[in-house]
Structures are given as C-alpha cells and as structure tokens.
C-alpha cells in the first residue's frame, strides 16, 4: 500500500511539473514569405539578378539561333556533300547541342548561386530581427507560418508588428 502511495505521489509531482514547465513555454509566429514580399533591398536584388538573367538568356537565344542555322544549312546543302564532310557538319551540331545543354545546366546554377549570394545580406537582416524581438518578448518557439509548417497557431502571437518596428518598417 506504502509503494503505490508513493508512487501516485510520484506521478501527481511529474504531472505538475510537467503542466507548470508548459506555462513558461511562450509561443510565436511570422510568415517569412511575406516579410520577404516587404524587406528593404529585395526589389534591387531582384532587379539585378533579373538583369543577369536577362544577359543569359540572349546568350542562349544567340547559341539556338546559330544551331538552328547550321541544321537549316546541313539539310540544304547535305545532298551535295561527300560522306566524310555530312558526318563533320553532324558532329559540329551535335557538339552545339551539348553546348547549348551544358550552358543551360551552368546557367540555372550560376543563377541559383548568386539569388542566394543577393539575398543572404537581407535574410540575415531579418533573422536578426526576428531573433531579437524573440529575445525581448521571451518567446520560446517562433514559428514559421509562410512554409506551411505551422499547424495550430490560436495560442501564438503575431511577430509581424514588432519586427517591422525592429526593421523600420511601416
């Protein structure tokens, strides 16, 4: 009878210091996509990455134009070529074609490369601010309710506000 006493005394102690840990717990919530929609500096990355994107594209336009030329010229002329020069001009397009491929693999990689390379300096921003306002409320968790992650947040406070005020933003 003394041990299972104890034990129920042991049980009711763990529960409530179970329930009291929970009270101290302090939960938040931001949308990251939309604080992104509205940092300062993120139009000017985009403008400059799109300008880049913009150059890379004419370049890979230029490559096609030129290989849909030299096809055009290989099936006009080819009649009237030995076998050696019709297996030369196939070659020199095939070659283009993995060019072409080769340059639109290093291209999306170079553009993913420096997207993240612009945007670092402003994610960073708003982490830290995130981080600081966490900080100064006493949040515990501050979740993040732009990727979807979050599903109940009726007990979480809206960080938004204050970290637009941390950031200067209206």
């Given at each position: ?111 993913q ?5 612009l ?49 200067g933003?209206?």
């Open positions: 009878m003394k041990k299972v006493f104890i034990a129920t005394l042991a049980v009711i102690f763990a529960l409530c210091g179970t329930a009291m840990a929970q009270k101290n717990i302090k939960l938040g919530h931001i949308n990251s996509n939309e604080l992104m929609q509205i940092m300062p500096g993120r139009d000017s990355a985009q403008a400059v990455l799109q300008a880049e994107v913009t150059e890379l594209e004419g370049t890979l336009k230029a490559m096609q134009s030129e290989m849909e030329q030299r096809y055009n010229d290989y099936m006009e002329k080819q009649n009237g070529w030995t076998d050696l020069i019709k297996q030369t001009k196939q070659r020199e397009i095939q070659d283009m074609g993995a060019r072409i491929e080769e340059f639109q693999r290093s291209a999306q990689t170079q553009l490369e420096r997207e993240a390379e945007l670092k300096p402003i994610i960073d921003r708003a982490k830290d601010a995130i981080d600081q306002v966490a900080k100064e409320g006493g949040y515990t968790y501050v979740f993040d309710s732009g990727t979807g992650a979050l599903l109940y947040s009726q007990d979480s406070e809206d960080l938004m506000p204050l970290v637009k005020k941390k950031l933003l209206n």
